[in-house]
């Protein structure tokens, strides 16, 4: 390999060029990896730092050398956070991605970010953030991109053969606990529609109607406040957890779409942190709130 300052100014114009070419694929590959669009952006300029230092050679597409250097920062920055992570109030919940409703509901998001929300739903990052980060590593490069064990192993550090027994585990508990929500967005929006009204009235009965009885709530506070609490499970307890706060919450609730599927943004009095509410509905049945008020990641909401 070469020092990319001892390169002529035609290589580094090619080299800088290849990078913005392949950009947005390294920010869907980030996305997945890390659930947070932030840290996507912040480890694709450590990858550009890396191509600055040392040019790989050759005049082929750079694809395949940037997606492996790339994830070996992703998966850096993952074990990282999970010796952090031990001692986080509440849960750790990803980085949303906000679509306001179009009309007078609200204004589209940006073009990209539309388009990675709806391929990454919250409810799978959620799953994927459970898994250790050699085992997110292996399922999002292999099951999501098609890159070959044999490429994905020496990330790993495990054979080829141990890195396919950590992508059939990751993807087990993916189809286990993150099956394909309702598809008909107009459908989950009226159920968030009526878990609101519900919810601003205190009425526990409908309430009840339209979770499901293994329903989970999990809220993130960013490591403090109401949110940095334990998550809840089951119909009756998140029922009564929604009677008690919804009326505070659900008055300042705007539906929106994030990630792909129905939500709202709450947006509270002056001074009060943005909160983002990911409902994910199966059945016609409300499976999942989670709400996200750490202001680190809901700064991008518009």
């Not at 300029?45 to 040392?54: D, F, G, V």
């Not at 099956?179 to 008909?184: I, L, N, V």
Request: with cysteine; glycine share 10%; proline share 7%.
């Amino acid at each position: 390999m070469t020092a990319v300052a001892d390169l002529d100014p035609v290589r580094l114009d090619w080299l800088a060029a290849e990078f913005e070419r392949h950009r947005s694929h390294l920010r869907a590959v980030g996305y997945r990896m890390l659930g947070s669009l932030t840290e996507a952006d912040d480890a694709i300029q450590e990858a550009w730092i890396r191509l600055q230092r040392r040019d790989p050679g050759g005049t082929d597409d750079l694809r395949g050398w940037l997606t492996v250097t790339f994830s070996r920062i992703c998966l850096d920055m993952l074990r990282t956070r999970a010796s952090r992570r031990e001692t986080y109030p509440g849960t750790w919940l990803p980085e949303p991605v906000v679509t306001l409703l179009p009309g007078p509901r609200g204004e589209p998001a940006l073009e990209d970010d539309a388009v990675l929300a709806d391929s990454v739903g919250i409810a799978l990052l959620v799953v994927l953030d459970q898994l250790s980060p050699s085992e997110r590593v292996a399922f999002v490069l292999h099951d999501v991109f098609g890159i070959d064990f044999e490429h994905i192993a020496p990330l790993v550090e495990r054979t080829p053969a141990a890195t396919r027994q950590l992508a059939s585990r990751a993807r087990r508990r993916v189809r286990a606990e993150a099956p394909d929500p309702d598809a008909d967005i107009a459908v989950q929006q009226d159920i968030v529609d009526a878990f609101l009204a519900a919810s601003r009235s205190g009425d526990i009965e409908g309430l009840l109607r339209i979770l499901h009885p293994d329903v989970v709530f999990r809220g993130d506070g960013g490591g403090r406040g109401m949110l940095a609490r334990p998550s809840i499970r089951g119909r009756e307890l998140v029922a009564t957890q929604a009677g008690v706060f919804g009326p505070r919450f659900a008055a300042y609730a705007k539906p929106a779409i994030v990630n792909g599927g129905a939500g709202v943004v709450i947006e509270g009095a002056p001074g009060q942190p943005r909160i983002v509410g990911s409902i994910t509905i199966r059945g016609g049945l409300i499976v999942a709130i989670d709400l996200n008020g750490d202001p680190a990641k809901t700064t991008r909401v518009r």
